[in-house]
C-alpha cells in the first residue's frame, strides 16, 4: 500500500475552489460592484431608462441591422413604453484587404465598424444628455470562384459587427442611467 502524498503548498481542497468565487463577489460587492441590470426596489435605473428610448432611423442597410439590433436591446419585451429619449446614431464601415496572394487576390476581408451616437430627450429643447462611440472588427476568408459565398460571409459579418456595436452602445447607456436615474414616469 502505497502512502499518501503529503499535500503541496497552494493547492486548495475542493471546498475552498468552490467557495473562492463567492469570496470574490462579496468582495466586489463591498467595492461597491453590483450588476447594471440588477433591479432595486421596482426596476432597475438602467432598464427604465432605456425601454424609454427611441431609436432614430439609421440609414442604408448596415443601418438598418445596427437600429434592428438596437431596438432588440433597448427594449427586449417589446412594450412599447413612451419614448422620453431619442438615440441618433452614424454609422462608418470600412474594408480592409489583407493576406493578399502573389497576384493580387485578397484571401482575407477585414470589416471595421464604427458608431458614434448621442442621447437627447425628447422634447422641444432636444438637449444632448450624453454621447460616446463603439467600435468593432471582424472578417472573412475569401473563397476562389466562390462570389456568392464571398457575399453571404459579407452579410454576416455586418451582421455581427451590428450587434456587437448595439451591445457597446447599450451598456454605455445603462452605464449612463446608473449615474443618470431618469425620472419616474
Given at each position: 500500500m502505497c502512502p499518501v502524498p503529503p499535500r503541496?503548498?497552494?493547492r486548495y481542497t475542493p471546498r475552498v475552489k468552490r467557495a473562492l468565487p463567492v469570496l470574490a463577489l462579496l468582495a466586489l460587492a463591498g467595492c461597491g460592484f453590483h450588476p447594471?441590470?440588477?433591479?432595486?426596489?421596482?426596476?432597475?435605473?438602467?432598464?427604465?431608462?432605456?425601454?424609454?428610448?427611441?431609436?432614430?432611423?439609421?440609414?442604408?442597410?448596415?443601418?438598418?441591422?445596427?437600429?434592428?439590433?438596437?431596438?432588440?436591446?433597448?427594449?427586449?419585451d417589446g412594450a412599447g413604453t413612451i419614448h422620453r429619449f431619442r438615440l441618433v446614431t452614424n454609422l462608418g464601415l470600412a474594408t480592409d484587404a489583407i493576406g493578399v496572394r502573389p497576384d493580387s487576390v485578397p484571401t482575407h476581408v477585414r470589416l471595421i465598424g464604427t458608431a458614434s451616437w448621442t442621447l437627447s430627450s425628447e422634447g422641444p429643447t432636444g438637449a444632448t444628455l450624453a454621447h460616446g462611440t463603439a467600435r468593432d472588427v471582424d472578417g472573412y476568408d475569401v473563397i476562389d470562384q466562390q462570389y456568392f459565398a464571398a457575399d453571404l460571409a459579407n452579410e454576416a459579418v455586418q451582421r455581427r459587427i451590428a450587434k456587437a456595436l448595439a451591445s457597446?452602445?447599450?451598456?454605455?447607456?445603462a452605464l449612463y442611467f446608473e449615474k443618470h436615474p431618469p425620472p419616474p414616469t
Open positions: 503541496r503548498a497552494g447594471v441590470y440588477a433591479t432595486r426596489g421596482a426596476t432597475a435605473p438602467a432598464v427604465a431608462g432605456l425601454s424609454q428610448i427611441d431609436v432614430a432611423l439609421i440609414p442604408e442597410r448596415f443601418g438598418q441591422l445596427t437600429r434592428e439590433a438596437l431596438q432588440a436591446r433597448l427594449e427586449p457597446q452602445i447599450a451598456l454605455q447607456l
